[in-house]
């Protein structure tokens, strides 16, 4: 589920399989096409530009620091 904090502290596994399987982030990832999308089909220059200079800079630092949280819970196992 979404929230502000990161905590993986509640996760007992993790799955690689489905959309997981190519991206660890796929809501991330849809979520980033989904804005880029709404500002090519409505023509707004502004809604692209702050999709690409600020969410996507703030999603990739969001993903980063979740790795890092799920690399420490799972080890090995989260990075095969």
């Known amino acids: 589920s979404w929230c502000i904090y990161r905590s993986v502290g509640h996760l007992k596994r993790f799955t690689n399989f489905g959309p997981f399987a190519c991206s660890r982030h796929p809501y991330y990832s849809a979520s980033i096409l989904?804005?880029?999308?709404?500002?090519?089909i409505f023509g707004c220059k502004f809604s692209f530009m702050i999709t690409i200079l600020?969410?996507?800079?703030?999603?990739?630092?969001?993903?980063?620091?979740?790795?890092?949280?799920?690399?420490?819970?799972?080890?090995?196992?989260y990075m095969e």
């Open 34 to 40: 989904e804005l880029i999308g709404y500002g090519l």
């Open 54 to 77: 600020i969410y996507l800079p703030l999603q990739l630092i969001r993903c980063q620091r979740e790795e890092y949280l799920l690399e420490r819970k799972f080890g090995d196992k």
